[in-house]
């Protein structure tokens, strides 16, 4: 079936796009500036068509919690928030994690600390790919930079979810909720009829009984179950990295940059190259696992790199990392809602690289 | 009943509780349809002990996540099972609106009226003057605050369908319990709305008595504050 062609908003091609994966369930609670999800997804009652089920909770902790109990019953279900209202989550994203469950939470990034601002912001990234919550775990975590990529990475992130029985991070950022693109969708799904057989669907006289918990008091077990995730999360780290290059073979100078951040970084590149600045980009898709091994041998190639992030620098860090030292790293990145001008990031390619 | 060795103190009714449940379930041929929440606390390994599927909640979720199998798997019957701390403190927002929104799943309540696994201390539920580690010279309602009847409040939501407070401590009670349970099974099945039974138990560690002790103790202290019977009663059951 051909895609059908749409102009909409990132939160509502999210929304659309939950329905057309055959989503079984969406729990949420509003908080701008990702609102529009749950308000697209009740006007469109997908529970007259597909028979998904859509919740508004009374919290953000009992919408992540019951996209615990959803996703133990081996069904296809997500969440979706803004920055304070992911905090509120991270103790249910840790007993998700701790049970190995597969489930989509949207984070629409604001600025912060605290109540913070309603203005898009990338400041969320040590919570989304360090943890967030407690205990040693991780999220994939995937940055879309256009709304076709908020509706894309619907279907990608439940086909990841349930290949390593592991909670998925859509980290998109108020601008990319926000704004209208032209989006192709896909054709509609339809709905799983199958439970994988470790779901708690109610015990048939044929399988033991399944049980879904994220305790063991008996330390010795609790370690084999923590290296079971440290080699998990290896094979994502060597499967699953995904990226994008922008003018990078022959680039003196590379930026990197996720999400908004790297739409303003690409015009960036342009502006610099008509100036003649060879400048690149590398923009990772997966912050979680992060394109660590490319960004070392680009680190071969080029005389120095720009982390361009809206926060006060956290990518930063995994690009030091990377880049071990081979070459000068730098961060820069406007903060408090306010997104980076593509004229600021070449001005700081002189400054930092060219002693302009 | 599984085989496993249950981990509760001599004299304590949770086992006794569980076994009326698994016994439900069993007679009501509820095996391959029941689905379990246990919460944080000293029912949180209630997954060793019943032969049916179940799933471990964060403390005081269990009817965040209860709603969620339920409403994804609405013809199976879905219950959780909780204490004082996870149900009335933690988890009262999670209880009052589940019950609020009238899912269909029962909640079955063990009050003693203290922290159980963590040691004794108080919970929402102490009563007035009960010492506990946290409150070691008696409840001081005026800066500790009283003890919090959540099923009273529960009973009170146009979404509960059924509910009542029982007792384990005797065979009479064993009985009267059992035949709440059964009840709110069978009513579970009418999608009519929340189930709540709350069972009104005894701590013979917490407490600091023997289990003879206790259940005295409960029955002169814990059922004047909490009395024993139906809050929420709906018409009697169609005829089969």
Redesign the interface.
């Given at each position: 079936m051909e895609k059908e062609l749409r102009l909409m908003k990132g939160n509502e091609a999210v929304a659309e796009a939950a329905i057309r994966a055959g989503v079984d369930g969406y729990f949420g609670y509003p908080i701008t500036p990702q609102t529009e999800i749950i308000e697209y997804l009740m006007e469109a009652n997908p529970s007259q068509t597909t028979g998904m089920i859509v919740l508004q909770a009374e919290s953000e902790i009992a919408a992540i919690n019951m996209v615990y109990g959803g996703a133990a019953c081996g069904k296809k279900v997500m969440t979706s928030s803004s920055s304070p209202g992911i905090s509120l989550k991270q103790e249910g994203i840790t007993y998700i994690a701790g049970a190995e469950l597969p489930c989509l939470i949207v984070n629409v990034v604001r600025g912060g600390p605290g109540l913070g601002t309603i203005q898009p912001a990338q400041s969320d990234y040590f919570q989304a790919t360090k943890g967030g919550g407690h205990g040693d775990y991780h999220l994939i975590v995937l940055a879309p930079a256009s709304v076709q990529e908020m509706a894309d990475f619907v279907d990608l992130s439940f086909e990841l979810a349930f290949k390593y029985r592991n909670p998925v991070m859509m980290l998109s950022d108020g601008a990319i909720g926000q704004m209208m693109e032209k989006v192709y969708l896909s054709p509609q799904k339809e709905r799983s009829k199958t439970a994988p057989d470790w779901a708690t669907t109610g015990k048939p006289a044929t399988r033991e009984r399944n049980i879904i918990t994220s305790l063991d008091l008996d330390p010795n077990r609790q370690e084999v179950f923590n290296q079971k995730l440290v080699a998990k999360y290896n094979e994502i780290r060597e499967k699953e990295v995904r990226f994008e290059e922008f003018q990078c073979s022959d680039a003196e100078y590379l930026l990197v940059a996720y999400g908004t951040s790297a739409r303003v970084c690409q015009k960036a590149v342009q502006i610099a190259r008509g100036q003649g600045i060879k400048v690149g980009l590398l923009r990772p898709i997966t912050l979680f696992p992060f394109p660590t091994k490319r960004i070392n041998e680009l680190a071969d190639k080029v005389k120095g790199m720009l982390s361009v992030e809206m926060s006060a620098g956290q990518m930063v860090e995994d690009v030091l990392l990377a880049v071990n030292g081979k070459v000068p790293v730098y961060h820069f990145g406007r903060m408090g809602g306010i997104v980076t001008t593509p004229e600021e990031v070449v001005d700081i390619i002189k400054s930092k690289f060219i002693g302009g | 009943m599984t085989e496993n060795t249950l981990s509760y103190c001599p004299g304590c009714g949770h086992g006794t509780a569980h076994r009326i449940i698994a016994e439900i379930i069993s007679e009501e041929g509820l095996?391959?349809?029941?689905?379990g929440?246990s919460p944080v606390g000293c029912s949180?390994?209630m997954?060793n002990y019943l032969?049916?599927?179940?799933?471990?909640?964060?403390h005081g979720?269990a009817p965040?996540?209860?709603?969620?199998?339920k409403?994804?798997?609405p013809e199976?019957f879905v219950f959780t099972y909780q204490g004082d701390g996870d149900l009335a403190a933690i988890g009262t927002?999670?209880t009052i609106?589940a019950c609020n929104r009238g899912e269909n799943i029962l909640i079955i309540f063990i009050n003693n009226g203290i922290y159980g696994m963590t040691g004794g201390q108080m919970a929402p539920t102490t009563l007035p003057g009960m010492k506990s580690s946290t409150s070691p010279y008696g409840r001081d309602v005026k800066t500790m605050g009283f003890p919090l009847k959540i099923t009273d409040i529960v009973a009170t939501l146009p979404g509960s369908y059924y509910v009542t407070r029982q007792s384990v401590h005797t065979a009479a009670n064993v009985k009267k319990t059992k035949k709440a349970i059964r009840k709110a099974v069978q009513y579970q099945k009418l999608n009519k709305g929340t189930c709540l039974v709350e069972i009104v138990s005894n701590c013979p560690s917490g407490w600091k008595m023997t289990p003879v002790q206790s259940n005295k103790w409960m029955e002169e202290n814990m059922f004047p504050y909490y009395p024993l019977g139906d809050l929420k009663t709906p018409e009697e059951l169609p005829t089969k």
């Amino acid at each position: 079936m051909e895609k059908e062609l749409r102009l909409m908003k990132g939160n509502e091609a999210v929304a659309e796009a939950a329905i057309r994966a055959g989503v079984d369930g969406y729990f949420g609670y509003p908080i701008t500036p990702q609102t529009e999800i749950i308000e697209y997804l009740m006007e469109a009652n997908p529970s007259q068509t597909t028979g998904m089920i859509v919740l508004q909770a009374e919290s953000e902790i009992a919408a992540i919690n019951m996209v615990y109990g959803g996703a133990a019953c081996g069904k296809k279900v997500m969440t979706s928030s803004s920055s304070p209202g992911i905090s509120l989550k991270q103790e249910g994203i840790t007993y998700i994690a701790g049970a190995e469950l597969p489930c989509l939470i949207v984070n629409v990034v604001r600025g912060g600390p605290g109540l913070g601002t309603i203005q898009p912001a990338q400041s969320d990234y040590f919570q989304a790919t360090k943890g967030g919550g407690h205990g040693d775990y991780h999220l994939i975590v995937l940055a879309p930079a256009s709304v076709q990529e908020m509706a894309d990475f619907v279907d990608l992130s439940f086909e990841l979810a349930f290949k390593y029985r592991n909670p998925v991070m859509m980290l998109s950022d108020g601008a990319i909720g926000q704004m209208m693109e032209k989006v192709y969708l896909s054709p509609q799904k339809e709905r799983s009829k199958t439970a994988p057989d470790w779901a708690t669907t109610g015990k048939p006289a044929t399988r033991e009984r399944n049980i879904i918990t994220s305790l063991d008091l008996d330390p010795n077990r609790q370690e084999v179950f923590n290296q079971k995730l440290v080699a998990k999360y290896n094979e994502i780290r060597e499967k699953e990295v995904r990226f994008e290059e922008f003018q990078c073979s022959d680039a003196e100078y590379l930026l990197v940059a996720y999400g908004t951040s790297a739409r303003v970084c690409q015009k960036a590149v342009q502006i610099a190259r008509g100036q003649g600045i060879k400048v690149g980009l590398l923009r990772p898709i997966t912050l979680f696992p992060f394109p660590t091994k490319r960004i070392n041998e680009l680190a071969d190639k080029v005389k120095g790199m720009l982390s361009v992030e809206m926060s006060a620098g956290q990518m930063v860090e995994d690009v030091l990392l990377a880049v071990n030292g081979k070459v000068p790293v730098y961060h820069f990145g406007r903060m408090g809602g306010i997104v980076t001008t593509p004229e600021e990031v070449v001005d700081i390619i002189k400054s930092k690289f060219i002693g302009g | 009943m599984t085989e496993n060795t249950l981990s509760y103190c001599p004299g304590c009714g949770h086992g006794t509780a569980h076994r009326i449940i698994a016994e439900i379930i069993s007679e009501e041929g509820l095996q391959s349809e029941a689905i379990g929440v246990s919460p944080v606390g000293c029912s949180v390994f209630m997954y060793n002990y019943l032969d049916i599927d179940w799933q471990e909640a964060a403390h005081g979720r269990a009817p965040a996540v209860a709603t969620a199998i339920k409403r994804l798997l609405p013809e199976k019957f879905v219950f959780t099972y909780q204490g004082d701390g996870d149900l009335a403190a933690i988890g009262t927002a999670e209880t009052i609106h589940a019950c609020n929104r009238g899912e269909n799943i029962l909640i079955i309540f063990i009050n003693n009226g203290i922290y159980g696994m963590t040691g004794g201390q108080m919970a929402p539920t102490t009563l007035p003057g009960m010492k506990s580690s946290t409150s070691p010279y008696g409840r001081d309602v005026k800066t500790m605050g009283f003890p919090l009847k959540i099923t009273d409040i529960v009973a009170t939501l146009p979404g509960s369908y059924y509910v009542t407070r029982q007792s384990v401590h005797t065979a009479a009670n064993v009985k009267k319990t059992k035949k709440a349970i059964r009840k709110a099974v069978q009513y579970q099945k009418l999608n009519k709305g929340t189930c709540l039974v709350e069972i009104v138990s005894n701590c013979p560690s917490g407490w600091k008595m023997t289990p003879v002790q206790s259940n005295k103790w409960m029955e002169e202290n814990m059922f004047p504050y909490y009395p024993l019977g139906d809050l929420k009663t709906p018409e009697e059951l169609p005829t089969k």
